[in-house]
């Protein structure tokens, strides 16, 4: 049998359509899309690593299929946007990481970090106590998406879950004095705030801690909604990390100190503190407010990594509309072709191939190209065909785009997004993020009518996915956006393959061509996807948020108002 087959398929017999790409020798009704996945999920590209030569050939790849399909290159350069980025590794052997107890506190003048991308060094006053090392990689790592300090030191406040949603009235900063202060946060946050909220808040967490005063975060992986083990997850630390090169877009400026703690080791930070991580996780699980609390503790942390510039590509094709007016509003449909390159090897292996995340979404943009073309459809409004680069990487190609459209931005009235839809069992319903914030959902329950699948809102808010893939990038500047996933239902024997897949095979070498995939969902699936595309062209008036929405707030006044046609 083959690898991972046994245990991902014990709740449900495998037909014979869930056969292995090896194994399967009945006719495919996904054999075109499946064609795609094949060379973008191969070897020989090594995992599509931003700014790698794998990336490349695999955004040439995307941009010949663009133009046999018929569209109109949509970049700067021909079908290609080429994007730069700022490049971290980190230097692990010269880096250190440690928690100094019963500290005798420094000279506050001279409490603060040294930036690494600067040649001027600073004096750095240094506590006096037990110093205790964390060990990096079995405790801790550096998250290298930020401009580290070489050298910070400075007092640690827990902050719960570090949140401050004005909306809600909720505040985990408040009369706290954190001021120069390094905060110690539970990822996470409580139930009372609505899921796409609660995401939105932690992805733009950095704007109200700097507000405070805060220099560094050491956050605590939450195990609830947690996909990658911490034994597999760890080994991402040593890969590069990438930022934007454009200035403009820098979310993290200030940020010196970047820390992420193995859940399974934390109790340690709360020696001394009147509290526990056991405490701290019970209320979690039960999706309450958390304490907030001094730690009676400095954290030490030196950094040293390698820093380079190298540039990708994101690529654009362009299906334009027939109608006079509408053809200048643009319905931007994308999938990320990047993916995580080369790492430590698994089971002897070390190329992280990305077949399922995000080779099959790519594969379904590029059947939706072809169909239109081969079909010769025509659609009132254009449709911008976008696989974008370094999604992996905090979704900085889609963040690029969105703040550098290719096409008039005040034109982009929708963006339908497409990641790791996950064909492992019949298509007989939707997930949608975004389902309940704009008027999309008519489209998708339109369409789902017709074809007789269900529609499902996010039945896992702790993960985050709403603010986790690219449609976010395009939900911040304005534009309603969805993200369409194969649907299953909380605790179903479907979802409980889903989370089996996550630990065995999300971004591990595992997601390539020797896995179960149920070709006929597959082949459903893009079949439905073209209907919604097609619903979405086709709209009399543009999208527009709900009235209850917390997004609608990034819209321009004009676009709060349909377009009466």
Same mark, same amino acid.
């Given at each position: 049998m083959l690898r991972g087959a046994r245990i991902l398929f014990v709740t449900i017999v495998l037909s014979v359509s869930q056969l292995t790409v090896a194994q399967n020798t009945t006719p495919n009704p996904a054999a075109r899309w499946l064609s795609h996945i094949q060379y973008l999920a191969s070897d020989e590209l090594a995992g599509r690593e931003t700014g790698s030569? !794998?990336?490349?050939?695999?955004? @040439?790849?995307?941009?010949?299929?663009?133009?046999?399909? #018929?569209l109109k290159p949509g970049g700067t350069q021909g079908y290609f946007q080429p994007v730069k980025f700022i490049s971290r590794k980190i230097v692990e052997e010269q880096s250190s990481l440690a928690i100094i107890r019963n500290p005798k506190p420094p000279d506050p003048a001279t409490q603060r970090g040294t930036v690494g991308e600067s040649t001027q060094r600073h004096s750095v006053g240094e +506590?006096? #106590?037990? @110093?205790?090392?964390?060990?990096? !990689? @079995? @405790?801790?790592?550096? +998250?290298m998406g930020i401009k580290h300090a070489l050298r910070t030191e400075a007092p640690i406040v827990f902050v719960g879950y570090g949140l401050t949603v004005p909306e809600m009235n909720y505040d985990d900063l408040a009369g706290l004095d954190l001021r120069g202060k390094v905060v110690l946060l539970l990822s996470g946050g409580p139930s009372e705030i609505p899921g796409p909220l609660r995401a939105h808040y932690q992805n733009t967490r950095w704007e109200a801690l700097k507000r405070a005063g805060v220099i560094g975060v050491i956050g605590i992986q939450n195990p609830i909604g947690q996909d990658i083990p911490w034994d597999r997850s760890k080994l991402a630390r040593l890969r590069p990390a990438l930022s934007l090169a454009d200035p403009g877009l820098e979310e993290n400026a200030g940020q010196q100190l970047a820390v992420t703690f193995n859940p399974a080791k934390a109790e340690r930070l709360f020696v001394d503190s009147g509290h526990s991580f056991a405490e701290i996780m019970k209320l979690a699980e039960a999706g309450k407010p958390l304490p907030r609390f001094v730690i009676p503790a400095v954290v030490r942390a030196s950094v040293k990594f390698e820093k380079k510039i190298v540039e990708s590509q994101n690529v654009a094709g362009i299906f334009r509309g027939t109608d006079p007016r509408l053809r200048n509003e643009y319905v931007v449909l994308t999938a990320h072709l990047d993916h995580v390159g080369t790492g430590e090897p698994i089971n002897g292996d070390p190329i992280y191939n990305g077949a399922m995340d995000n080779a099959s979404g790519v594969a379904t943009l590029l059947e939706a190209a072809h169909s239109f073309g081969e079909k010769k459809l025509r659609f009132r409004r254009s449709v911008v065909f976008l696989a974008v680069t370094a999604e992996e990487h905090g979704l900085r190609g889609s963040k690029y785009y969105a703040a550098h459209p290719t096409v008039p931005a005040t034109g982009i009235v929708a963006n339908i997004n497409i990641d790791m839809f996950l064909p492992l069992f019949p298509f007989r319903s939707f997930i949608v993020q975004g389902l309940e914030e704009s008027n999309l959902a008519e489209d998708l329950q339109s369409v789902a009518k017709k074809i007789g699948v269900e529609v499902l809102s996010d039945p896992e808010p702790e993960r985050r996915a709403f603010v986790r893939s690219d449609q976010y990038s395009f939900i911040r500047r304005g534009v309603p956006a969805i993200s369409l996933k194969v649907g299953f239902g909380k605790d179903s024997p479907e979802h409980e393959i889903v989370k089996r897949w996550r630990k065995e095979r999300y971004h591990a070498p595992s997601d390539d061509l020797e896995q179960p995939i149920d070709f006929e969902a597959a082949a459903k699936f893009n079949a439905a996807y073209v209907q919604v595309v097609e619903s979405v062209a086709n709209r009399a008036q543009r999208p527009r948020w709900n009235s209850c929405s917390f997004f609608k707030r990034f819209a321009p006044a004009e676009k709060l108002v349909p377009t009466e046609r």
């Amino acid at each position: 049998m083959l690898r991972g087959a046994r245990i991902l398929f014990v709740t449900i017999v495998l037909s014979v359509s869930q056969l292995t790409v090896a194994q399967n020798t009945t006719p495919n009704p996904a054999a075109r899309w499946l064609s795609h996945i094949q060379y973008l999920a191969s070897d020989e590209l090594a995992g599509r690593e931003t700014g790698s030569e !794998g990336h490349r050939r695999a955004a @040439e790849y995307v941009a010949a299929a663009f133009r046999r399909a #018929g569209l109109k290159p949509g970049g700067t350069q021909g079908y290609f946007q080429p994007v730069k980025f700022i490049s971290r590794k980190i230097v692990e052997e010269q880096s250190s990481l440690a928690i100094i107890r019963n500290p005798k506190p420094p000279d506050p003048a001279t409490q603060r970090g040294t930036v690494g991308e600067s040649t001027q060094r600073h004096s750095v006053g240094e +506590s006096i #106590g037990k @110093e205790e090392p964390i060990v990096l !990689g @079995e @405790e801790a790592t550096f +998250s290298m998406g930020i401009k580290h300090a070489l050298r910070t030191e400075a007092p640690i406040v827990f902050v719960g879950y570090g949140l401050t949603v004005p909306e809600m009235n909720y505040d985990d900063l408040a009369g706290l004095d954190l001021r120069g202060k390094v905060v110690l946060l539970l990822s996470g946050g409580p139930s009372e705030i609505p899921g796409p909220l609660r995401a939105h808040y932690q992805n733009t967490r950095w704007e109200a801690l700097k507000r405070a005063g805060v220099i560094g975060v050491i956050g605590i992986q939450n195990p609830i909604g947690q996909d990658i083990p911490w034994d597999r997850s760890k080994l991402a630390r040593l890969r590069p990390a990438l930022s934007l090169a454009d200035p403009g877009l820098e979310e993290n400026a200030g940020q010196q100190l970047a820390v992420t703690f193995n859940p399974a080791k934390a109790e340690r930070l709360f020696v001394d503190s009147g509290h526990s991580f056991a405490e701290i996780m019970k209320l979690a699980e039960a999706g309450k407010p958390l304490p907030r609390f001094v730690i009676p503790a400095v954290v030490r942390a030196s950094v040293k990594f390698e820093k380079k510039i190298v540039e990708s590509q994101n690529v654009a094709g362009i299906f334009r509309g027939t109608d006079p007016r509408l053809r200048n509003e643009y319905v931007v449909l994308t999938a990320h072709l990047d993916h995580v390159g080369t790492g430590e090897p698994i089971n002897g292996d070390p190329i992280y191939n990305g077949a399922m995340d995000n080779a099959s979404g790519v594969a379904t943009l590029l059947e939706a190209a072809h169909s239109f073309g081969e079909k010769k459809l025509r659609f009132r409004r254009s449709v911008v065909f976008l696989a974008v680069t370094a999604e992996e990487h905090g979704l900085r190609g889609s963040k690029y785009y969105a703040a550098h459209p290719t096409v008039p931005a005040t034109g982009i009235v929708a963006n339908i997004n497409i990641d790791m839809f996950l064909p492992l069992f019949p298509f007989r319903s939707f997930i949608v993020q975004g389902l309940e914030e704009s008027n999309l959902a008519e489209d998708l329950q339109s369409v789902a009518k017709k074809i007789g699948v269900e529609v499902l809102s996010d039945p896992e808010p702790e993960r985050r996915a709403f603010v986790r893939s690219d449609q976010y990038s395009f939900i911040r500047r304005g534009v309603p956006a969805i993200s369409l996933k194969v649907g299953f239902g909380k605790d179903s024997p479907e979802h409980e393959i889903v989370k089996r897949w996550r630990k065995e095979r999300y971004h591990a070498p595992s997601d390539d061509l020797e896995q179960p995939i149920d070709f006929e969902a597959a082949a459903k699936f893009n079949a439905a996807y073209v209907q919604v595309v097609e619903s979405v062209a086709n709209r009399a008036q543009r999208p527009r948020w709900n009235s209850c929405s917390f997004f609608k707030r990034f819209a321009p006044a004009e676009k709060l108002v349909p377009t009466e046609r």
